[in-house]
Every structure is written in C-alpha cells, then in structure tokens.
C-alpha cells in the first residue's frame, strides 16, 4: 500500500473498492481526534515496551541479528484529546525487518508527519553480542551488553544518544592497602552514554570501559585463565571514583565524542549496599 493509499485508508475512505464494500469506517467517530477543553499540552505520549526484530551494525561480522524493546513518542498540543496508538506500531511493522541506527531518522520523520506532531522520540533497547578470548587460554565465549539507542527530532534538531552498560570487575585500593593479603572485589556496572559527530561502534565503546576496569569479565575461564583475572584485578585496584575519571579521560581524548556521561555503580562484596559515581561532560564547555 503506498502512503498516499494508507493516508486515504485512515480517513475512512474505501481505498480499494468502493462499489463492492460498505464505507463503515468514514461512520466510525475519531475520538482521538475530537477538541479537549482543558487545554494542557502533553510532552510525550505514545507506546512502551514492544518487541521487534532489528539488525545494528557489528564491526567484526558486518551485522548482528538481534530482538530490540521499542518506545516510541510524540509530543501532543493542547487542543487534542489524544493521539493514534496504533499509528507507532504500523510504522515499525511497515519497516519489517530493516530498522538499524541508520533508519532512524526516517521513523522518527514518518512518526512527525503520521502523528501530526512537532516532536518524536524513539528509544530501541537490545542485547549486543561480542565474542571474547580468554586472556590466557584463548577460549572462546558470547558476552552480551545491554545498548539502547536514544532518538529525538523536531523541526530543526535530531540527534542520537548511544548508551553500552558493561559489566567489569573492580577492585578495592582500601582492601588491598590496610590487608596482609587477600581484598574484596566485586562485579561493576559501568553505564555510558555518548553523543557522537561520527559514527562509533558498540564495540569501541566497550573496549574503553574494559581497559579501564581492575578486569574485564569473560563467559569462559580456564584456570589458568582464572589465575590471570585474580591477579590482573588485584594489580589493578580502583574506587568507583577512579574508574567514572579513567574512562572520562578515554572520552577527552576521543574527537569523536561530543557530549558525554559515565556512571557506574559497585555492588559491594562487604557492604549491604552499592558505591556509585557519575560524570556527566559537555565537550563544547571548557573544563573547570
């Protein structure tokens, strides 16, 4: 169905054959559609949490199959009762298989004109799989990282914001000071969101997080695998506060990066609580 014939169709009017079937739709009221007096602009309104297939980009293999969580949004003016639901999943379903980083654009154009709106937001959440080498015997594994990409675009402005949650080691520079031998570590949940110029892999963004990290995880070990991460997390101690700086330095450096955040949260092995720290930069304002 083109999109003039589908405009056609959502007004009600018969698009295919109006001598053989009955025009109930054009009977039908728009209720959505009707004035609403209290005259109150909603910001967002839209669908959460529908599942849909997509493929993102993988540097290593081409493309990467994967099954993302959609919300989609629009903004709702003053003078409408409300928006069209249905209208959010037509759009993706109409895309089928092919919604990438590179489509978004277009889905968050269509959702402007389709909804009659000045402003769409689009938010895709999905499992990113790398294959890692053990560091000493090489054995292979699938780690997966939870990414979202976030969209918005109004009549002059569109950008993306690219979130990776890693999940690292860190280890304690307390423990291992004040200890005869032996300190507490315990797995960290590094979330980082960034705004690019250029485009940037999954993969990039993972490796800095990982490099900067007491040690990275890994699907399999071996014991002498095993042997390494102990050692190599205990060579490498970081506070939650070293770990947020050390991958914000990595983000300076990078001229890719425009706007930025790093947060990442310990769940501590001793303590019935986290320790949790947070930078949030904008490359465009100086440094204090």
């Known amino acids: 169905m083109t999109v003039e014939n589908r405009r056609v169709a959502e007004r009600g009017i018969q698009a295919e054959s109006a001598d053989t079937l009955p025009d109930c739709a054009s009977e039908i009221p728009d209720t ?11 910001n967002k309104v839209g669908i959460k949490d529908i599942r849909h297939p997509v493929r993102v980009k993988d540097r290593s293999q081409g ?20 928006t069209h639901m249905s209208r959010f999943v037509e759009i993706l379903n109409e ?14 154009a269509e959702m402007r004109s389709r909804l009659e709106a000045e402003q769409a ?3 895709m959440t999905f499992p990113y799989f790398m294959m890692k080498q053990a560091p ?50 315990q797995r960290s949940h590094v979330t980082l969101q ?17 490099a900067e990290a007491s040690c990275d995880l890994y699907g399999v070990l071996k014991r002498p695998d095993e042997k390494y991460v102990t050692e190599h997390a205990y060579d490498n101690p970081k506070f939650v506060e070293d770990l947020v700086r050390d991958i914000a330095g990595r983000l300076e450096d990078d001229d890719r990066i425009l706007w930025y955040t790093v ?26």
């Open 32 to 42: 959505q559609g009707q004035p609403d007096q209290r005259r109150i602009p909603i």
């Open 63 to 82: 493309e990467q199959h994967t099954v993302a969580h959609f919300n989609a949004y629009v903004d709702l003016p003053q003078h409408f009762k409300g």
């Open 95 to 108: 895309h089928e298989r092919e919604i990438s980083v590179e489509s978004f654009r277009s889905i968050l």
């Open 121 to 123: 937001h689009l938010e």
């Open 136 to 185: 000493v015997s090489g054995a292979e594994s699938q780690m997966d990282y939870a990414v979202t990409l976030r969209g918005h675009q109004n009549h002059d402005d569109y950008r993306v914001i690219i979130e990776v949650q890693v999940p690292v080691t860190s280890l304690c520079p307390c423990s291992k000071s004040i200890s005869d031998y032996g300190a507490h570590n």
């Open 194 to 210: 960034v705004r690019a110029r250029d485009f940037v892999w999954v993969e990039d963004l993972v490796e800095m997080v990982e």
């Open 263 to 288: 947060g990442a949260e310990n769940f501590e092995s001793i303590h019935n609580h986290s320790a949790y720290a947070w930078i949030e930069r904008d490359k465009d304002e100086p440094l204090p």
